[in-house]
């Protein structure tokens, strides 16, 4: 299964953020929204993601004063990326080995959706119940 097969049935509704928002407002974005992870967006283009995690570390680090500081101060700017083109597998084995559970879904620099490793595994459950069934249809009709 494709990327770009998964987005058609979750949808590509990223919430996103931009590099002055405190990290205050982007917690409150993350319960409010119910997500794990938020797009920091600037001028159109990608530059960042932030987790619940990231938000976490640095209240740990700072205590309350990191709530007034920007999200830039928390967030991976080295982000990565999956293509609608790659599969579910390929990415499943970058995020496990990258330790990231959310990919924002670029092509040509344009934000087309974002993954996190629960839709991935979702999928994955679904194609191997899909092929467990069709071999117990098999086995029956045989």
């Known amino acids: 299964m494709l990327v770009s097969q998964i987005l058609k049935t979750k949808g590509d509704l990223v919430f996103t953020v ?6 205050s407002a982007v917690a409150a974005l ?3 929204r119910r997500v794990g992870a938020l797009v ?8 960042g993601i932030v987790s619940e995690r990231d938000v976490v570390r640095s209240l740990a ?23 609608p083109g790659e599969t579910v ?4 084995e970058r995020m496990t080995d990258r330790r990231v559970r959310h990919l924002p879904v670029c092509e040509d620099d344009k934000l087309l959706g974002i993954v996190s490793i629960g ?5 994955k459950i679904s194609e191997v119940v899909a092929e467990a069934d069709g071999l117990k249809a098999y086995i029956a009709a045989g």
């Open 18 to 23: 931009t590099p002055g928002d405190t990290i």
């Open 30 to 32: 993350l319960h409010a």
């Open 40 to 47: 920091v967006v600037d001028a159109g283009k990608v530059v």
């Open 61 to 83: 680090e700072l205590g309350a004063p990191a709530l007034d500081r920007p999200i830039t101060s928390c967030m991976t700017s080295d982000v990565l990326f999956a293509r």
């Open 89 to 92: 597998d390929a990415l499943l």
């Open 119 to 123: 839709d991935l595994v979702k999928h």
